[in-house]
Nanobody
C-alpha cells in the first residue's frame, strides 16, 4: 500500500492550497480516507474524514468551514482544499486509509509540509 501526499508549500495567511493524496496497492473505494496533520512540537491531530463513497464528511472543530475533503474513486485520489489559511495551519499533512471509519488509519502516507506565513 502506498499513499503519497503532495501539494504542500508556502502560502500567505488568507491564501489557499489544495493537497492531493495518490493511493495504490489497495482497493481504494473500500476505505474511508482521513487527513491528519502534525505541527512542530505537537502530536498528530485529526483534520477530516470522508466516507468510502464520498457521501459523508466530518471535520475537526478548528477547520471551521475553511477546508473541504473530497475523493475521486475512479482515480484513487484524495484531496483537501484549504482556504482562508492561518499560520496555525502550519504542519505536515498526512493522508490515511481508514478501513473502519474510526479516524484510525491502517495505512499512512508520507506527509507534505504546509507553511502559512503572516
Amino acid at each position: 500500500v502506498q499513499l503519497q501526499a503532495s501539494g504542500g508549500g508556502l502560502v500567505q495567511a488568507g491564501g489557499c492550497l489544495r493537497l492531493s493524496c495518490a493511493a495504490s496497492g489497495l482497493t481504494f473505494p473500500s476505505y474511508a480516507m482521513d487527513w491528519f496533520r502534525q505541527a512542530p512540537g505537537k502530536e498528530r491531530e485529526f483534520v477530516a474524514i470522508i466516507s468510502r463513497n464520498g457521501g459523508r464528511t466530518e471535520y475537526a472543530d478548528f477547520v471551521q468551514g475553511r477546508f473541504t475533503i473530497s475523493r475521486d474513486n475512479a482515480k484513487n485520489m484524495l484531496y483537501l482544499q484549504m482556504n482562508n489559511m492561518i499560520p496555525e495551519d502550519t504542519a505536515v499533512y498526512y493522508c490515511g486509509a481508514d478501513p473502519t471509519i474510526s479516524r484510525r488509519p491502517a495505512y499512512w502516507g508520507r506527509g507534505t509540509l504546509v507553511t502559512v506565513f503572516s
